[in-house]
Every structure is written in C-alpha cells, then in structure tokens.
C-alpha cells in the first residue's frame, strides 16, 4: 500500500492489478453515517474506476469483484426492455430473420426433390449433369469407405447421415461445400443460375 505521490515520485509502473484505494471502514451495518459512508465509497469506486468496483474484506481476506454494467463472463448485454422481449417489435426481433421466423436460405426440399432416392440413386438434385455429378462421384467413393448406406433412401438415413451429406467432414465434402463453392464462383452465370434455383426460404434453425 502507497501513496499515489510516492508511486509517481519513484515513476513505478501502474498494472491491472494494481488497486486504488477509495476508502477503508469498519463494518457497521447499524449505523447510518457508516451506510451513507459506504454508498459514498461505492459511488467514487464506481465513478473512478469505470464501472469496476472491488471490496477487499479483511476478515476473509478475500476480495469481491462488482461492475455497474449489465455483464457476465465477459459478455456486456443489452439492457432488457418490454420492447427488446417482444419478436414483433423491430427492437426485439431476431437479427437473422427479422421476426418472421425464415430466411433466405437453401431449401432442404428443393435440393432433394424426391427423398425416396439414395444417394447413389441421385437424391441430391443438383449434383446432376455431366460437371456436378463430380460431386456426387466423390461423395459416393468416400462414403463407402466409411460404410455410408450410399443405397438407402435419403428418407430413411439417420440425422448423422443427413448431416454428413449436407455438412460433410474433414476428407469429404457435403451440399453446404457445394453451394459455397457456386457461392464463392458465383461471377460465372451458369452458378449464380444453378444456385437460385435452390434458394428458398428456410426455417431459421
Ligand atoms: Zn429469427
């Protein structure tokens, strides 16, 4: 413990958990001039360290941190509000999709038409025609390297097995790849063509 003087006077480096002291009391939670004293205190901790309060409690010799903003792990948050609570409101609407529960997006139904086909069988719509079969071609061959049912109707695939056709892993690529692959090249027509024929709107997940 120094006076700030002295810290100056020797130029000492101040760190963040370096601590200036406000004030120091005796608890005494009966006694009014010590209550005013202690919301005092808290005010000016509050005030000068900017939002951060720290008390230091000499019996436990443990020290407790508080902040004056709507915070936790790190995280500030937005103040909540009758507005922020309600979707129809601007205020309060999901940022993705603005309230209306669906976005833009590809649609599941409109990439696999027919979901009585494998994948073998062509479920995946657009991986057809003579230069996007090449996707189909390499899902086919790393997937049966996996023992993937590449002869099951889509219909009947687990939820794993759908989400590695749509989402792939590591070795193999999946529609999302596909589609951000037309994304990504999407200067070329035919892509930006092939690829609104898919859009539709989506259920936010
Ligand atoms: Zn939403």
Redesign the pocket.
């Known amino acids: 413990m120094m006076k700030i003087e002295e810290a100056m006077e020797n130029s000492m480096s101040i760190s963040e958990s370096d601590f200036v002291i406000v004030d120091r009391l005796k608890s005494d939670p009966e006694s009014d001039e010590y209550k005013n004293r202690l919301y005092d205190s808290i005010e000016t901790a509050f005030w000068e360290g900017e939002g951060d309060c720290t008390i230091y409690d000499f019996s436990d010799k443990k020290s407790h941190s508080f902040n004056n903003r709507f915070e936790l792990d790190g995280i500030e948050f937005e103040i909540p509000s009758k507005d922020f609570l309600s ?1 129809n409101n601007p205020y309060g ?9 669906s ?1 833009l997006g590809i649609d599941e139904n409109l990439v696999i038409p027919d979901p009585s086909l494998s994948i073998y069988e062509g479920c995946v719509a657009p991986w057809k025609g003579e230069i996007m079969s090449d996707w189909k071609k390499h899902f086919i061959q790393k997937a049966s390297k996996i023992e993937f049912p590449i002869h099951r109707p889509y219909s009947e695939l687990t939820k794993a097995e759908k989400k590695l056709i749509w989402e792939g892993r590591k070795d193999i690529l999946g529609i999302n790849d596909f589609f951000k692959h037309l994304e990504d090249n999407n200067y070329k027509i035919q892509y930006r063509v092939l690829a609104a024929r898919y859009r539709g709107k989506t259920r ?1 997940p």
């Open positions: 979707f609407a999901c940022k993705k999709c603005e309230g209306f529960g976005v936010l």
